[in-house]
Structure formats: C-alpha cells, structure tokens
C-alpha cells in the first residue's frame, strides 16, 4: 500500500485540480495521498469528496511557508481543519500578504510595458493562490521566457528585476494554526532548504521544540544516503517520519506522484503521534 504526502493541485501551484489529483493517484494504485496546497485549504473540500467516490484515503493538509532566522522554511500541516477560526485566521494573513506582494510584481511588470494585471491572474486561476508560478506563466506566454524555470531563474528568484521579497508568517502563529486546527505539524523536505549540517540540527531542535511532530524523510531527489541521514536525526528527535513526491503536475514533471515509494505504515504511525 503506497502512498504520497505532499500533494499540490490548482488550489495553490499545481496544474491538477483536487479531482483530478485524487483520481490520477488511484490510477497509479496509491491509497492514500495527502492535498498540502501552499498556504491554502483551498482543495481539500473537493479532494475529499473524490476520494469518498473513488476508494483514496485523502488526508487534509497544508504547506505554511514561514521565517527561520530570515529565510523561509516549509511546514507540512497534516489533519488539519479548514474551516477552524484558527486556520481562517492564518490563510487570512497569508492572502494579506500575498495580495500586497503580488500587486508590486504585477506593477513592476507592467512598468516594463507587460500587461500583467492581477484580476486576469485570478480570472485565469480560479481558486488558486495566486503567487510567482503564475506570472512566471505569464512571462513565458508573453515571450518573455522560454518555460516557468526559465522564468524564475531570470527573472522571479532573488535577485531577478521581479522578485519582491515576501513576509513569511511567524513560525509561533503557524504552530499555533495548526495545532487549532486539529493538526499535526511536520518539517517539510529539510534539504531543499542548503543548510550546514549544524544549522540543519539547530532548525530541527527550533521545530520540534515548536511541536513538531514528524519530518518528511522519503522526498523526490533524496538518495538512500540522505533518506537514512534524515530518518536517524528525526529518531535522535523523537520524529516520525514521512514521505512525498511534491507533486505539482506539469509545473515540477520531475516529482512524479508516488514516487518515491512511501509505506502507507508511515501515515499510520503519523496519526497516532
């Protein structure tokens, strides 16, 4: 029985809606995925009734983007209850800044003489929190760039003549959402984030002290070395361990859904911390 913990659909980046995503991992036989949408509930409603209707477990997650000295760390939220005040609070927030972020871009842009206007972004995404995927998009279909990676090394990352550096929430109010919300905070892919070794000690002793209850261990890229690396510093935490692909569709089409293999074992030992 496998299964796969960090999904994204339309509801943030991915190029799946929740429906679609749900049914894609029952034609890959998984059991269970989890919709972890960036900063966003949005697709969990929806994903749920698709799993009820075709037989996949779907867990309700989110993926909180939030401020470790100064840089910007992922948290998976499994479990976690949309429609809680606390979450409502917490996405509320984030759209906040996100509103204020994306409206600078899409000026910055438009100086240029791009016609980039946030209605039509939202027009085009319905449902979706829109964010730089979105006009990394509209950079390639004005000719701007030649794909979405293109689009971001030139011009979206740190750096690029459209990056605006963004606000992330507080690693005490993200906890605190989850935790009203009925959650289970996790530490999302801890490599991706280029740490030192001490350092990478250092944020998992901040999260786990934080209420951390798991690490996402098994995750698209990791070699076996990596994997046992990160599952002998979550035991030496008391963490469980997860796993996912990041799964985005035709926006990442090298995190395939599903792989790496993740045992649904994990999901069950994840419910009962």
């Not at 477990?57 to 939220?77: A, D, F, K, R, T």
């Not at 929190?129 to 760039?145: E, N, W």
């Not at 507080?170 to 740490?195: D, E, T």
Request: glycine content about 10%; hydrophobic content about 40%.
């Amino acid at each position: 029985m496998r299964i796969d913990l960090h999904v994204h659909t339309t509801a943030s980046d991915g190029t799946l809606t929740p429906s679609e995503a749900v049914f894609h991992a029952r034609e890959l036989g998984l059991s269970a995925i989890a919709v972890t949408d960036h900063d966003s509930c949005g697709g969990v409603a929806e994903a749920l009734r698709a799993g009820a209707e075709c037989g996949v477990e779907v867990v309700p997650g989110i993926e909180i983007s939030v401020e470790w000295h100064g840089e910007g760390i992922h948290l998976l939220g499994y479990y976690v209850n949309p429609d809680s005040a606390a979450m409502r609070t917490l996405l509320q927030q984030v759209i906040d800044e996100r509103t204020r972020r994306n409206e600078q871009i899409a000026a910055s842009m438009r100086a240029d003489g791009l016609p980039v206007h946030i209605a039509a972004l939202n027009a085009r995404y319905p449902g979706a929190v829109v964010g730089r995927p979105h006009f990394a998009q509209a950079l390639v279909d004005l000719g701007k760039a030649q794909s979405v990676s293109d689009a971001f090394a030139r011009y979206l990352s740190p750096g690029g003549k459209y990056y605006r550096k963004r606000e992330y929430i507080p690693l005490s109010a993200a906890f605190n959402a989850v935790r009203g919300a009925g959650g289970k905070a996790v530490i999302a892919h801890p490599f991706q984030y280029r740490l030192p070794e001490h350092a990478l000690i250092a944020l998992t002793r901040t999260l786990t002290d934080a209420g951390a209850v798991g690490m996402e261990c098994i995750y698209t890229g990791y070699s076996a070395q990596q994997t046992e690396y990160l599952r002998a510093l979550a035991a030496g935490f008391g963490l469980c361990i997860t796993g996912g692909s990041d799964f985005h569709g035709a926006g990442k089409p090298e995190n395939r859904m599903g792989e790496p293999p993740v045992s649904y074992e994990l999901l069950q030992i994840l419910k009962e911390v």
